[in-house]
């Protein structure tokens, strides 16, 4: 049975700033998120890179796949043993705020493992909000910079 | 009046105009292979199928192809499957390197027979099966097929490729099928503008892996896990068939009201001929409308047919046993009841849009054809 959950933080930053921040974390994602140990690009591609990211316990590749038109970034797990997922992140512009966006994070899994899902679960919100917040302020912080 | 044997036309012109409007947005955005359309066609045909998990594929042949090597199959290994069908799922046992065991059907509801399928297990071993729901209903026994089959390991390939709509104690036929397949041939219940078909599974980590085969056993761009296929869909067919999706449940009402139709005309006739349709239990989708002979073959019978102007059809003429590239195959009997089935099918016309004075017509055709002897 297929499991999602959505988050999104507001990122007070240029569109520039904040795809450009959302560039890096595709090709150093160890540098936003703690519990990723590092990570090696496999291949790139017109539209994106499947690159290799190691966790603990596991080595885990991605597909991932941008289109900056559309401000969306898609990662899909590739060849895991017992889980399919996919991490959409998709830039949104503010209502009401000039150079303000939400970046919003849609994550997808299905798995046939109940322990693998079970982990999931417990460290899903913190793994994928402390990308969001270090992606937030790399953004916010060149922003800053710039001015 | 002519009686066309089908006329796809009916169903176009109800769609026909949102599909060029359609099909000019898949050119101004370039959905040649894949796209937005591919993806929304992918989770519609989940929810109306009931099936977890829907991989569209480049036509119903691939999506076989592709089903037997995502459930393991490997040269060498052997395949039962039905002596009546099309010919597609014996090529395709036979494309996987696999070696395949013909089984003859069930005389009442004309698929796969389970008794024969379980005695033949005993003799040949099969590795796997392809169960075909022909002719628009499934088997009477489609739930001691699942069984048996977990119970002895024998991987189960169930070819919906004429089931669009099926459902086998109110549960779509698709739904607990390992891997099903369905073809979306322009004449079948759901068509494309051309050729277009798909894989079902409930296993997520199957679906990944058909989706992979589908794609040259793509991982990345230029990388690769699986030896596999180009077989992919276009925008062009996913935005075709999501307009027909629309309609589809009118059409399947259309079909089976004409099948309703012949079934009563033909009933009072038992000295001519047996009409078929789903076995208690299975709701039908009305694709074809299967009268058996009792006197003249199937070919006479199309022969006069002709000459009063009604199209007809004789699914199938020959079985797969007696093509020529299956002469020798193995088989669980000597497969009398399909090879007759076989020599005495006619099928009148039946489509959707098909009106009550055609289907009168041809039923009058038909009974005149039985009655003028041989």
């Known amino acids: ?147 | 009046m002519r009686v066309p044997f089908i006329d796809l036309k009916r169903s176009v012109e109800r769609i026909r105009d949102q599909v060029l409007l359609d099909w000019t947005s898949c050119l101004d955005n370039c959905e040649f292979v894949g796209g937005p359309s591919v993806q929304k066609l992918e989770k519609t045909l989940s929810q109306f199928l009931d099936s977890e998990h829907v991989i569209s594929c480049a036509n119903g042949t691939d999506a076989l192809v592709i089903g037997l090597q995502a459930l393991g199959i490997k040269p060498g290994m052997k395949v039962a499957l039905p002596n009546m069908t099309f010919w597609a799922p014996f090529e395709a046992v036979v494309q996987i390197g696999a070696t395949p065991v013909l089984v003859d059907i069930n005389p009442d509801d004309l698929q796969m027979d389970f008794e024969e399928f379980k005695t033949g297990f005993q003799q040949h071993r099969y590795d796997a099966a392809i169960l075909v729901h022909l002719f628009g209903w499934t088997s009477a026994r489609l739930a001691d097929f699942r069984q048996f089959c977990r119970e002895n390991n024998v991987r189960l390939l169930e070819d919906g490729a004429q089931s669009f709509g099926v459902k086998n104690r109110g549960q779509s036929v698709y739904t607990e099928a390992e891997v099903a397949t369905i073809s979306f041939y322009p004449a079948k219940v759901l068509g494309a503008g051309g050729d277009a078909g798909a894989i079902m599974t409930p296993d997520p980590k199957r679906a990944e892996m058909i989706r992979s085969l589908c794609n040259h056993g793509r991982a990345g761009h230029y990388t690769y896990d699986y030896v596999g296929w180009n077989s992919r869909l276009s925008g062009v067919q996913a935005t075709f068939l999501l307009r027909m999706l629309e309609h589809v449940q009118g059409f399947i009402d259309s079909r089976l009201e004409a099948e309703r139709f012949y079934y009563e005309f033909f009933s009072q006739y038992p000295e001519h001929c047996r009409v078929y349709r789903a076995p208690e239990g299975v709701t039908g989708n009305g694709y074809l409308i299967v009268i058996e002979s009792l006197t003249q073959t199937g070919d006479e019978l199309a022969a006069k047919l002709k000459d009063y102007r009604i199209g007809c059809a004789r699914t199938y003429p020959q079985t797969l046993g007696e093509q020529l590239p299956a002469r020798g195959a193995l088989a669980t009997s000597d497969l009398r009841h399909s090879q007759r089935l076989s020599r005495m099918v006619i099928n009148l016309p039946l489509f959707a849009g098909i009106t009550r004075d055609e289907c009168q017509l041809a039923a009058d055709s038909l009974l005149k054809a039985f009655e003028s002897g041989r």
């Not at chain 1, 959950?5 to 090709?27: D, F, G, I, Q, T």
Request: glycine share 4%; aromatic share 8%.
């Open chain 1, 1 to 147: 049975m297929l499991s999602e959950k959505s988050y999104r933080c507001e990122v007070r930053a240029p569109y520039e700033h904040l795809w450009n921040a959302l560039m890096e974390e595709m090709e150093h994602p160890e540098q936003f998120n703690k519990g990723i140990l590092g990570s090696r690009i496999l291949e790139r591609f017109n539209n994106g890179i499947l690159r290799v990211t190691s966790v603990p316990d596991a080595d885990v590749r991605e597909k991932i796949v941008f289109d900056y038109k559309k401000g969306t970034l898609s990662s899909q797990l590739v060849g895991h043993p017992v889980l399919v997922g996919v991490i959409e992140k998709k830039i949104v512009p503010h209502p009401e705020l000039k150079d303000s966006f939400f970046l919003e994070s849609h994550i997808e899994w299905e798995t046939t493992s109940a322990p693998v899902d079970s982990m999931i679960r417990r460290n899903m919100e913190r793994f994928v909000t402390q990308s969001l917040e270090s992606v937030k302020s790399t953004a916010e912080t060149r922003s800053i910079a710039a001015y």
